[in-house]
Each structure stands twice: as structure tokens, then as C-alpha cells.
């Protein structure tokens, strides 16, 4: 390939060791593109022109295309900027928790976003802009970088959108580039907190582990969460003596063609939000004669209010390994991927721990436990785009491509990632397949609802007295989820829950006896989507929570399709009329609301990808169920 390489741009020593450590002796392959482009990142802070110009050499991609992966993902600069990198979360989970103000507390402490500081707090002097690369166009909208100093401790902060930590918020990651130490989430963090890891990048209030049911008396019914605080996450040996791989001895000894009857006796349906049974889909793909198969594990966790997957890859990660193995055995797949959320540096660690001590014993690789099996994982990081959670832009950003979602049909059992059949499930719905090969099918199926069979996981977060992560068996009621984690806190009024996640929908205090199953939230028009259970009391403001939704869509909208690229713009402009309107005392205006409905209809129509789809629902439910005539409708 003729490459047309920026001109006069050489990646300097550090940046051609860590690009060439994460390429290796491969073969020109453009899937190798995203891994290349986090270890420019991790290098020296941003993906230089020359550091670009070096992976699309190495990778045979033209650096027009690789620049616009590398511009597509938020986790990545394309502008010379500071080594450190404070990301305050701002979103809903975090807002209720006073990250506003810990955001305008920075701003008038440190300066605004994206402010170069150097050690000491101390304001650096200007830097003129650096163009991201020569006679490329500038990007409006991308946060204004500057040269950072030569200082190795300069760092800037910048408003974050979900990082995961809604149980533990507020939430910060520092994202550090020339430094061992690497990127590292904090929890309940305060000004002070986040003060010190823009000066020295040290995290002083590290994340937690935060599931209710396993402190104290343990609940006896915990299916998927029952190793968590129990088993050592880093240790083989330890998930072993707690009956890890017990599941994966019995399905060699099965077969495949019993694993796929007994994932189809479970009724199990996906986890990720659209229920789709999984041994359906994992028959499609074994009995599909295209050659070779493809495993992907969707753990790209990005809804906001969402962490469930997160806990279970940092405290059970073999669990997820012997799953996939399992998965991959019974649907004739001899590579697995693993896509997980670039802003989840414990989870990632804990995983590729994993993968390393699974594969030197021989239950990853070419011979797994000695039956001839051949099956590996390879874990892959994202990079901050909220789409590739959605399972055919997920393919495209494995591919080297940027992540936009594609058109269905084919769909993924037919022609999935490098157009090959491909398994993806998520990373709860993975959990399930131990507790069904340990006790079969039919049992699985006979616990939860006919129509939801096991057990599911729960994020409860928000304005509740024991945030954290649940497990409850299906058919449960709202309610109930509520008063297993202590009900609303401070025994306030409760006003509002956000179920499903900013996808999802709003749900009145008299629609608290809702069963949670997928048949019952359904019938009630509401989603259980990712599990997410949000509380809101009568101290906050819905209208700022609505414009917070919004403007998460519009960010992560990929811009694609027209539908979603300009109706989540539309939407946001329309909400901050009509809160500004009910702060005016002029009332809601019907014209907005009317204008948010016919933008929700178009979105949910003609947009190519659930993004589109579902981008208004919450905004939707919210306008249609609670008063926000007045000043005092907060």
C-alpha cells in the first residue's frame, strides 16, 4: 500500500518501544491498531504525528484513516497535552453526590478544564495550540489542548461522563502517561482528593468494594456474587478451592452438543438488555459451516449508572475466563476476545492476571486440560466511546476501524467480527453459564419467573443508604430491591428512580411494586436494560438530571446517521428551553415538549443502532410522568 505519511513527523525512541512492545512480530494487521494507539497514548500522553505515522508504517493503515480512529475515542489525544489527566465524573450518579460542585470548586481552585498545571498547583504559563497534525482540519468541538510544560508533572483535570463508579461516587480516574503506576480510579473523592492527584497523581481515596450481601452474614442464595470477598481474585489455586473450573471439567466430559442443550434447558437470556436467549445464539454460530468462529465478550460497560460487570471482573476475573471457555468449546470458537472499558484499569489488570495464569496452566491455549481443545482470549481495551457497547461497532473497533455500528441484517451469528459467525454476550450473562453447568439446565430454568429464568444483578445507586451491587432472583419487586439496600437516604421523600440506566425510563413512587422481570417491566413500559436501580429524593432537581441525560447522548452520539447525530442536539436545546422557561416562571411549553415527542419518534425509528433508539426514552418518561411547570417542580 502506498502510504501518504505526515511529513516530517519521527516517533521518537519512547514511542517506537511501546508501539512495537504492543504490535510485536505481527504481520501488517490493522485489528492491531487500537492496542498500538493506547501504547502511543501511554507513552508520552498523546498520539503524536509521529508516533502515528510509525503504527500506520508498522500496520500498513493510511494515517488518514488511523487519525480518525485515534479522534474517534475520548480516552485519546491528538493534541500535545499535559502527562496527567484528572477525570472528574459529573454524570447523574456523581451529580447527586455533589460532583458539580466539585467541578466549579476545581475550576475557581486550579482553573477551568483542561488548565496545564505543573507540581504545586501552580498555573503554567502559556502554551501556544498545537495543531493536531499539519494541514488537517481543526475539530470545533474537541477540548482545547495546549503544548503541556516539559515538567513530567504537569497535569490538567476535565469533566467526566460515567466512569463506573456509581455505587462509590463521586467518582475521579487519573489517567497518567510516562508513569509505572499507569491509570487508577478513586471513589468518594473531595476537593482535597482530587487536589493532590493533579499535583502529585497520587490516589488517595482508592475504589472500594461495595456489594451489600456478602458484608456480614453472608446471603446463602448469592449465585453469581457468591466468590466475591471470598476468593482471592488474583490466585488460580484459591478460585479453584472455591469450585472454580469444576464447570469447564464437566463440559468436556459432556460435549458440546450437551452444552448447547443444556444452555438451551436454562432459558437464559442475555444480560446486556435485550434478552435475547443465549443458547439460540450459541446454536446459530456452532451449527454455521463458515469457518473459522469468533467469541466476543461485550464488557465495554458504559451505561451510566451501570457497574455490575465491573465487580464481577475485578473480584471473580477467572470466573469470566472459565466461562468464555466454556462458551467457546460448545460453539466451535478457537479465539476469544475480550473488549473491555478503557476506564476500568483494576478490572483490566485483574483480568490479564487472569488470562496469564489460566493460559500457563494449561486451561487456555492448544491443549486445554490435556483434552485437546484449543481455544485463547485476547483481552482488548476501549477507549472511551459509549457506542462501542453496541455489538457491531464493538467488531468494528476490534478490527482497527472506528467504532460505528453497521447495518442489520447480516447479524453477528452469520457475519459477525472480520465477517466471520460470532458469539458476543456480556459479561453477566457469561457468569450464568458456571451456575447452569454445575447444577443443568432445568434446575436453572426452574428458579426466577418462567419467563426470567436464575438470578440478576442490580445497580443501586443514587440517593439510597447502601449504594452497591445486588443479586436477586427474577420476579422480585422494586420495592423490595430498595429495602434490601436500606431504602431512600436519610429517610427523605423519595421522588423518583431512574430503572434501566439513562436508556432507560423514570418510575413514579407509586410504580414501586413493579416484579422486576423482563415480562414485567414490559408490560409496565419500562426496561430493565443493564440492571440499573437510581435513586432520586425530594431534594433533587429532575430537569438538571434530564439535561445531564441529554447531553450524554449528544457526546456519545458516533455521528453516523442523521437521526441520532442531530436529534440528540435538538433534544438537549429543547430541554434547556423548557427548564429555563419553568425558571422564568413561564411555565412548560408545550411547543418543547411536543418537539422532544417527534424527535423521540424519528430517533427511535430511523436511527441505525440503539443509541438512536433509545436516546429520549428517559427525557420521554420524565416529561410524562412528573410536573415541570415551575420553579418549584425540581
Known amino acids: 500500500m502506498d502510504l501518504h505519511l505526515i511529513p516530517g513527523a519521527v516517533a521518537s525512541n519512547d514511542e517506537r518501544e511501546a508501539i512495537d512492545a504492543a504490535i510485536g512480530s505481527a504481520v501488517p494487521a490493522r485489528h492491531l491498531l487500537l492496542p498500538a494507539l493506547h501504547a502511543a497514548q501511554a507513552s508520552v500522553g498523546w498520539v503524536s504525528p509521529g508516533a502515528l505515522n510509525h503504527i500506520c508504517t508498522r500496520l500498513s493503515v493510511p494515517p488518514a484513516e488511523g487519525f480518525g480512529v485515534a479522534s474517534f475515542y475520548a480516552m485519546f489525544a491528538t493534541k500535545r497535552r499535559a502527562l496527567r489527566t484528572v477525570h472528574v465524573c459529573d454524570d447523574i450518579a456523581c451529580r447527586v453526590k455533589g460532583a458539580e460542585g466539585l467541578c466549579r470548586a476545581l475550576e475557581a481552585r486550579v482553573g477551568p478544564a483542561w488548565t496545564p498545571q505543573t507540581a504545586g498547583l501552580r498555573t503554567s504559563p502559556p502554551y501556544e495550540d498545537s495543531p493536531p497534525y499539519e494541514d488537517s482540519p481543526s475539530d470545533e468541538d474537541s477540548p482545547p489542548y495546549k503544548d503541556s510544560p516539559s515538567d513530567e508533572s504537569a497535569a490538567t483535570w476535565v469533566r467526566s461522563p460515567c466512569l463506573g463508579l456509581c455505587e462509590q461516587a463521586p467518582a475521579a480516574l487519573i489517567q497518567r502517561a510516562a508513569d509505572p503506576r499507569g491509570d ?40 453469581l456474587l457468591r466468590r466475591v470477598g471470598v476468593a482471592d481474585p488474583s490466585s488460580l489455586d484459591d478460585y479453584r478451592a472455591h469450585g472454580g473450573y469444576v464447570a469447564l471439567r464437566k463440559a468436556l466430559s459432556l460435549g458440546p452438543e450437551r452444552v448447547l442443550r443444556e444452555v438451551n434447558d436454562s432459558k437464559l437470556l442475555g444480560r446486556g438488555g435485550a434478552a435475547f436467549p ?29 457497574f455490575k460487570d465491573r465487580v464481577i471482573m475485578e473480584e ?6 472459565e466461562a468464555m471457555t466454556i462458551a467457546g468449546y460448545a460453539t ?38 490435556g483434552e485437546g481443545v484449543r481455544f485463547d482470549i485476547e483481552l482488548r481495551r476501549g477507549a472511551g466511546a459509549y457506542i462501542c457497547g453496541e455489538e457491531t461497532s464493538l467488531f468494528n473497533s476490534l478490527e482497527g476501524l472506528r467504532g460505528e455500528p453497521r447495518n442489520k441484517p447480516p447479524f453477528p451469528v452469520n457475519v459477525g467480527l472480520f465477517g466471520k459467525p460470532t458469539v458476543v454476550n456480556n459479561v453477566e450473562t457469561f457468569a450464568n453459564v458456571l451456575d447452569i453447568l454445575a447444577h443443568g439446565g432445568p434446575a436453572f430454568a426452574a428458579s426466577g419467573t418462567s419467563g426470567s429464568s436464575g438470578t440478576k444483578l442490580f445497580c443501586v445507586s443514587g440517593c439510597v443508604t447502601k449504594p452497591g451491587l445486588y443479586e436477586a432472583p427474577f420476579g422480585i ?68 438530571i434530564l439535561i445531564r441525560i441529554a447531553a450524554f447522548f449528544r457526546d456519545e452520539s458516533c455521528g453516523q446517521c442523521v437521526p441520532c ?6 433534544q438537549e436545546e429543547a430541554l434547556h428551553r423548557l427548564m ?55
Not at 282 to 304: F, I, K, M, T
Not at 565 to 570: A, D, F, M, Q, V
Not at 588 to 615: F, P
Open 580 to 634: 429555563a422557561a419553568r425558571t422564568n416562571g413561564a411555565g412548560a411549553s408545550a411547543r418543547e415538549v411536543g418537539l422532544i415527542n417527534d424527535l423521540a419518534m424519528v430517533m427511535r425509528d430511523a436511527s441505525i443502532c440503539g443509541l438512536g433508539q433509545t436516546a429520549a426514552s428517559a427525557v420521554q418518561s420524565a416529561l410524562q410522568k412528573f410536573s415541570f411547570d415551575s420553579p418549584e417542580a425540581r
Open 316 to 321: 471473580d476475573p477467572f470466573a469470566l475466563v
Open 278 to 306: 443465549t443458547g439460540r445464539k450459541w446454536e446459530w454460530v456452532a451449527r454455521n459451516p463458515v469457518r473459522p468462529h469468533y467469541l466476543v465478550c461485550n464488557a465495554d460497560e458504559s451505561e451510566p449508572g451501570t
Open 332 to 369: 466451535g470458537c478457537e479465539q476469544g476476545y475480550l473488549y473491555i472499558r478503557g476506564e476500568y484499569p483494576k478490572a483490566t489488570q485483574r483480568l490479564q492476571n487472569a488470562l496469564a495464569q489460566a493460559r500457563a496452566r494449561g486451561w487456555l491455549g492448544d491443549n486445554i486440560m
Open 477 to 544: 419487586s422494586l420495592r423490595d430491591v430498595i429495602a434490601l439496600a436500606g431504602g431512600v437516604a436519610e429517610g427523605r421523600a423519595l421522588k423518583a428512580v431512574l430503572l434501566g440506566g439513562a436508556a432507560g425510563v423514570f418510575v413514579t413512587p407509586d410504580e414501586l411494586d413493579m416484579p422486576l422481570t423482563f415480562e414485567g417491566t414490559r408490560a409496565a413500559g419500562a426496561t430493565l436494560g443493564s440492571g440499573v436501580i437510581m435513586l432520586f429524593d425530594d431534594r433533587v432537581d429532575l430537569g438538571d
Open 565 to 570: 447525530r442531530i436529534g440528540t442536539i435538538r
Open 184 to 223: 487508577e480510579a478513586m471513589s468518594h473523592v473531595s476537593l482535597d482528593d482530587l487536589l493532590t492527584a493533579i499535583d502529585s497523581g497520587s490516589a488517595t481515596a482508592p475504589q472500594r468494594v461495595m456489594v451489600p450481601q456478602i458484608e456480614g452474614t453472608r446471603d446463602p442464595a448469592l449465585r
